[in-house]
């Protein structure tokens, strides 16, 4: 309504001044159409008159003159007739003659004027017009016209003109209001359409229709998988919960050995102060795997990064978590400030992270950095020997961290299960070609039983990879690639976090976190609050997003004062250059539409680069009113399903980037581009006027999601095929043991 205003308050000025201006004009033009309607007037009434007038001047008959002087005045607009002698003497004359009124030389010409004369009780107009007989000047007659009807008609015409503009003015606002309106309705549901996959709204059909084909795509082997996994649970009874995935590893793999492999660990000693403290990292991986391994047991092999941790493990650097409950163990591997530098910081993270996320940094390939790549996942392989306390464990290797692992493992464990997993979005051929190890990464994850990816789409974009770079069978209809021999499962696998999450426990009510959050904010009691959660990562559209708060404040002033963007952003990655780059960008941006709209304590955007712990982060989940989810590529994107799973009370809107692997399960979010900043700025609009109900029903669906597709599920699908696997691959021994040259599933 406000944005109607606008357009309408300046109409109605312009409207007014065009009235203004052009009232005086339509004035003068009516009154002279009048004027000359009584010239001509006085012409035919004088030629009415001329003859009986002259006959009667003839005789003389002065009753008679004056009978038809009064039957000429009987019509209304004629105020008196008289008659004036060639000597200039009145002698003639109705009884409203005015005295004042002389006679005067006779107008001339069909086109003569009279002229205009104001009395007191209103305007006349005086026609002289002679009368003449055979030549002769008899005398001349004098017309009065009353020209008050003018005058009335006059004032009249000025407030038909008058309404007439503002008829016009609100006709134009109507119209204004219902297009404004429309359109505003439009970019709602063509927003709504992009959520659903449909692109309702013409432009962004145009435009966006190719980048939510994929999303559609996959929501429709969702809803297939959602079928058969119905279908197969109704058979099975498998309901996904902790208890189930200890039940497929007691009943399925007959209680065999569960490794899990990955670069983070789930919990981080560090000393502060001279005190122990446990951190849990921020760490999509660490949110799905920890509940897993609480679940499961066994031992989670990851890099001790903590400045604590080598004083917080046993000889054989164990240590046992989670810290109040300890379930598991953690066996720490040690790296050098140098190994860390190249493998970690160096290859994976400014070559393979940005070569995977097309976030437009560029990936930086060194060769010294490679080889400690190549040499740390080969000090993981020998960790993973030292723990495996049988030939064939069931091994998961997590993320790019540690491409080369699995052909390791196979070399040092012939017989052990490698299910990979890939956390983070996998290119296409073309961009994966740029890196200069290609082959090797390739052959490295081609070492797993089975390879997971989070959408189909990655799945796709590694088989093409392999069929463009490597000697290989790959087939697409069963998903597999075979090599020397080999065979490689390449699936998704939809990872999801747990439900319920544990952190929910010790959570208040809804309305207290929202309280508690405001208060901490210097927030009044209505103000509404949108939420992003990151890590401070360029992938994960920060900026943008700041983009969007600032371009709906502007083109929404109303949210001035009474909303603010809430971004919570763990460091990260600090000793690579782009990530210290970055984090100036995102400090210098916040601070710039801070000076912008902030006034009086109220600040558009609060960031917060700092971490926090999994409970105060559910806590800003439950205060929200949004939660937007803004990656510009992400492999799934973990705090969207948080955010769902924190809304016991079903309200709260999420926003969420297309872009993030999360868009192709949960069509209910406000699906956007995160770099359409206009789109951002509409959702975010939409999301904080969005009715109850709506949130509730939307949120409720994702709930449901969330609930049956659980990390337990991830976990237990892959180990579920993984079991099939090496039963398939039992059978093959036993009756074919000796046949060299068959291909089989590896163990
Ligand atoms: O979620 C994707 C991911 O790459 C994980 O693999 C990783 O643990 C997380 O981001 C955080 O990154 P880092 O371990 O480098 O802090």
Known sequence: ??????????????????????????????????????????????????????????????????????????????????????????????????????????????????????????????????????????????????????????????????YFFIILGVIIAIVTVIVAQLSWKGWIRGLRS??????????????????????????????????????????????????????????????????IVSNREPYIHVKKDGQIEIHTPVSGLVTALEPIMRACSGTWIAHGSGNADRESVDKKDHVRVPPENPSYQIRRVWLSKDEEAGYYYGFANEGLWALCHIAHVRPIFRSRDWQKYVAVNKKFAQAVAEEATTDDPVILVQDYHLALLPKMIRELLPKATVITFWHIPFPNPEVFGICPWREELLKGLLGSSILGFH????????????????????????????????????????????????????????????????????????????????????????????????????????????????????????????????????????????????????????????????????????????????????????????FIASRDDEQGVLILSQFAGASRELPEALIVNPYNIDQCAAALHVALEMPRDEQRNRMRSMRGLIQEFNVYRWAGRMLLDAARLRRRSRLFEDIESGDEDRTRFRL
């Open 1 to 162: 309504m406000r944005l109607s205003l606008r357009f309408i308050l300046p109409l109605i000025c312009a409207l007014s001044l065009i009235a203004y201006a052009v009232v005086p004009i339509v004035d003068t033009l009516t009154f002279r159409r009048f004027v000359n309607d009584t010239e001509i007037r006085s012409e035919l009434v004088t030629n009415t008159l001329h003859d009986s007038l002259v006959q009667l001047l003839k005789k003389p008959s002065p009753i008679k003159i004056r009978q038809l002087f009064n039957r000429a005045i009987k019509d209304d607009r004629i105020y008196a007739l008289g008659f004036c002698t060639p000597q200039g003497q009145i002698k003639y004359a109705t009884s409203l003659f005015p005295k004042k009124i002389k006679c005067e030389p006779p107008d001339s010409g069909a086109n003569a004027h009279g002229r205009l004369l104001q009395r007191r009780h209103g305007l006349l107009h005086l026609a002289y017009r002679a009368v003449v007989d055979d030549g002769k000047v008899l005398g001349e007659l004098v017309l009065i016209h009353d020209m008050s009807f003018a005058q009335r008609r006059t004032s009249e015409t000025q407030r038909y003109v008058f």
């Open 455 to 642: 959408t189909r789409f990655h799945c796709h974009n590694f088989m093409d990879t392999v069929d463009r770079f490597l000697e290989s069978r790959v087939s697409r209809e069963s998903m597999t690639i075979s090599r020397k021999g080999e065979q490689t499962a390449v699936m998704p696998y939809p990872i999801s976090i747990e439900y319920p999450v544990k952190w929910l426990k010790t959570q208040k009510a809804v309305v207290e976190c929202r309280t508690h959050i405001r208060r901490m904010h210097d927030m009044p009691n209505n103000h509404l609050i949108g939420l992003g959660v990151d890590r401070l990562d360029y992938t994960k559209g920060i900026l943008e997003r700041f983009r969007a708060v600032e371009r709906l404040l502007e083109l929404e002033p109303t949210w001035v004062g009474k909303f603010s963007y809430i971004q919570i952003a763990a460091p990260s990655r600090t000793s690579i250059d782009e990530y210290r780059r970055f984090d100036s960008e995102v400090r210098e941006l916040a601070t710039k539409i801070n000076q912008r709209f902030g006034q009086d304590g109220y600040e558009p955007i609060h960031l917060k680069i700092e971490y926090y712990d999994p409970p105060q982060i559910y806590e800003f989940f439950r205060a929200c009113d949004v939660c937007f989810v803004g990656s510009l590529h992400d492999g799934m994107n973990l705090v969207a399903k948080e």
């Open 194 to 259: 992009v959520m659903r996959g449909e692109g309702l709204l013409r432009p962004m059909t145009l435009d966006t229709s190719a980048e939510i084909r994929p999303i559609v795509k996959d929501l429709r082997e969702l809803v297939r998988d959602i079928d058969t996994e119905r279908r197969a649970r109704d058979e099975s009874q498998i309901t996904w919960t902790p208890r189930a995935l200890k039940e497929i590893l007691h009943n399925e793999l007959a209680g065999d050995e569960v490794l």
